[in-house]
Nanobody, 121 residues
Framework: QVQLVESGGGLVQAGGSLRLSCAAS????????MGWFRQAPGKEREFVAA????????YYAGSMKGRFTISRDNAKNTMYLQMNSLKPEDTAIYYC??????????????WGQGTQVTVSS
């Protein structure tokens, strides 16, 4: 069993940066692939980025590549999402997820409660 808690969301101006964190409880964090997803009002959940259990492989949605960086620190049971050059269209609730397959959100077994990111123009 893994419990996930996101933090780091907030209000930022376009062009700004935020770093999201996802703290996990449970002894098996380091064995799980992890991912970030987001959902804007009235839209479907969208893949943002994913990372393998070791951190050696990362995957990004096309529109985030080059602006977002996913990473993890297994010693701290924490995953991160560094978001740069933020745009108003990045506004959404961001969720972290564990034990899934890359961009396939329905494959993930554990989810956090989400953190709001709002980018003003």
């Amino acid at each position: 069993q893994v419990q996930l808690v996101e933090s780091g969301g907030g209000l930022v101006q376009a062009g700004g940066s935020l770093r999201l964190s996802c703290a996990a409880s449970g002894r098996t964090f380091s064995s799980y692939a992890m991912g970030w997803f987001r959902q804007a009002p009235g839209k479907e959940r969208e893949f943002v980025a994913a990372i393998s259990w070791s951190g050696s492989s990362t995957y990004y949605a096309g529109s985030m590549k080059g602006r977002f960086t996913i990473s993890r620190d297994n010693a701290k049971n924490t995953m991160y999402l560094q978001m740069n050059s933020l745009k108003p269209e990045d506004t959404a609730i961001y969720y972290c997820a564990a034990d899934g397959v890359e961009s396939r959100w329905k494959s993930y077994n554990y989810w956090g409660q989400g953190t709001q990111v709002t980018v003003s123009s």
